[in-house]
């Protein structure tokens, strides 16, 4: 059974940067067939894909435009986990933040769904 | 970005009557495989999104079959052929084709 742990600071303050980190159990984050993801939740903005990180044969990153100039995910597979850091956070970067695994259902193995989140970790960035 | 638009907003429902989500994409979600790359997700207050439905219309490992998901290209709809009270919650529409992901705004379901 594939689970999520995610960890890190509940508050952050302005200009500083946010970090969490999500544990995989029953997976590998280096893995050929799946994606290792973040997103989070606000009520301004609602669910927003933030990011993944994926190995095949390398390691790749993808990035949503909206913060892609500030975020940096990364994998640590000595510990099979990645992390996600945010840098100059304002207040507009409170959010619930969750990681997610993507994975494929269908034999061709193009991944197809986000199956497995993490239990999310609620954020405020506040002086 | 594809935009996904979900109605109703709010869906008040009686325990034992169908329900029924639509979900519109800004740009067909039907891969060259012949699927939709289209999830229905639930989420119930203080939880992580659950994974309902999978490419447009499988339903998830221990998913009752009350919940059914169809639709193709661009417009999609989730039911429940009859509600019960655990089915309270914000539903959500994802597509997984085109990067970035996107979700749509959800829909409340809230049991009368």
């Known amino acids: 059974q594939v689970k999520l742990q995610q960890s890190g600071p509940g508050l952050v303050k302005p200009s500083q940067t946010l970090s969490l980190t999500c544990v995989i159990s029953?997976?590998?984050?280096?893995?050929?067939?799946?994606?290792w993801n973040w997103i989070r939740q606000s009520p301004s903005r609602g669910l927003e894909w933030l990011g993944r990180?994926?190995?095949?044969?390398?390691?790749?990153?993808e990035y949503g435009e909206s913060v892609e100039s500030r975020i940096k995910i990364t994998a640590d597979t000595s510990k099979n986990q990645f992390s996600l850091q945010l840098k100059a956070v304002t207040p507009e970067d409170t959010a619930i933040y969750f990681c997610?695994?993507?994975?494929?259902?269908?034999?061709?193995?193009?991944?197809?769904?986000?199956?497995?989140w993490g239990q999310g970790t609620k954020v405020t960035v506040s002086s | 970005e594809i935009v996904m638009t979900q109605s109703p907003l709010s869906l008040p429902v009686t325990p034992g009557e169908p329900a029924s989500i639509s979900c519109k994409s800004s740009?067909?979600?039907?891969?060259?495989?012949?699927?939709?790359?289209l999830n229905w997700y639930l989420q119930k207050p203080g939880q992580s999104p659950q994974l309902l439905i999978f490419?447009?219309?499988n339903r998830a490992s221990g998913v009752p079959d009350r919940f059914s998901g169809s639709g193709s290209g661009t417009d999609f709809t989730l039911k429940i052929s009859r509600v019960e009270t655990e089915d309270a919650g914000i539903y959500y529409c994802?597509?997984?084709?085109?990067?970035?992901?996107?979700f749509g705004g959800g829909t409340k379901v809230e049991i009368k």
């Open positions: 740009q067909s979600l039907l891969h060259d495989n012949g699927y939709n790359y």
């Open positions: 490419l447009g219309s």
């Open positions: 990180t994926y190995y095949r044969s390398k390691w790749y990153n």
């Open positions: 997610a695994r993507e994975a494929p259902t269908l034999i061709d193995l193009r991944m197809d769904v986000f199956d497995i």
């Open positions: 994802m597509q997984v084709l085109h990067t970035p992901p996107s």
């Open positions: 029953g997976d590998s984050v280096s893995g050929a067939y799946s994606a």
